[in-house]
């Protein structure tokens, strides 16, 4: 029931895009992405419900297929700053609700050379 | 306004012992959510309450519980210490549940 997100793990150059995936077998409600920076605590990126649009934000953005169960984030022109491990979280649909339960993903790793 | 704190930050006990955690909310949140995170793994969920009602339970043994107080802050309580217990414990709170969380920086648990 973990989503499964790809790739593992991402070297990019300054300025390059990068695209992470997170894919789950089950009917979702909503799909939560932080980034956790080493030694520090998760920080929140956004949130994606079931119905809703596309979020983004300066140059982060993300989707959400309901019908693939899957949601992408979208990092643009990256910046140093944006090097961590990026988790998905995942709530199960019940019914057109949520299980209020947030499964997250094992990680991508991105790493942002100068 | 201050962000979600925990208490102690880093704790090590021995197998058997027992442990409370304690997590702070932020200002006007309403729930919070355990989770233990594993190096290299993503965080797992443990409990999550809201209004001082347990909303939600993951798959952890009985030896885990919690409790949230009428202020909001909570603890989390792990009996009969085992070495796979050694982990970082980290809470959130938002301010209903289904909004986004916000993390504290989480008390390391190391068992001897």
């Known amino acids: 029931q973990q989503p499964v997100q790809s790739p593992q793990a991402v070297i990019l150059r300054e300025g390059e895009d990068a695209v992470i995936n997170c894919s789950s077998s089950?009917?979702?409600?909503?799909v939560h992405w932080y980034r956790q920076k080493h030694g520090e605590a998760p920080v929140f990126l956004m949130i994606?419900?079931?119905?809703?649009e596309q979020k983004g934000h300066d140059k982060i953005s993300a989707s959400f297929n309901e019908k693939k169960q899957q949601s992408s984030l979208y990092l643009t022109a990256s910046q140093l700053s944006y090097s961590g491990t990026y988790f998905c979280g995942t709530e199960i649909d019940v019914g057109n609700f949520g299980n209020e339960k947030l499964t997250f993903g094992t990680g991508t790793r991105l790493t942002i050379i100068p | 306004d201050a962000g979600v704190t925990q208490s102690p930050t880093h704790l090590i006990k021995t197998r058997g012992q027992h442990v409370t955690l304690r997590c702070s909310p932020i200002s006007g949140h309403k729930s919070v959510s355990w989770y233990q995170q594993v190096l290299g793994q993503g965080p797992q969920f443990i409990f999550q309450y809201y209004e001082k009602e347990e909303r939600g339970r993951g798959n952890f043994p009985d030896r885990f519980s919690a409790r949230q107080f009428p202020n909001y802050s909570s603890e989390l309580n792990v009996n009969a210490l085992l070495l796979g217990d050694s982990a970082l414990y980290l809470c959130a709170s938002s301010w209903e549940a289904n909004q986004p969380q916000h993390f504290g920086d989480g008390t390391r648990l190391s068992i001897l």
């Open positions: 994606l419900l079931k119905g809703g």
């Open positions: 089950k009917a979702l409600y909503s």
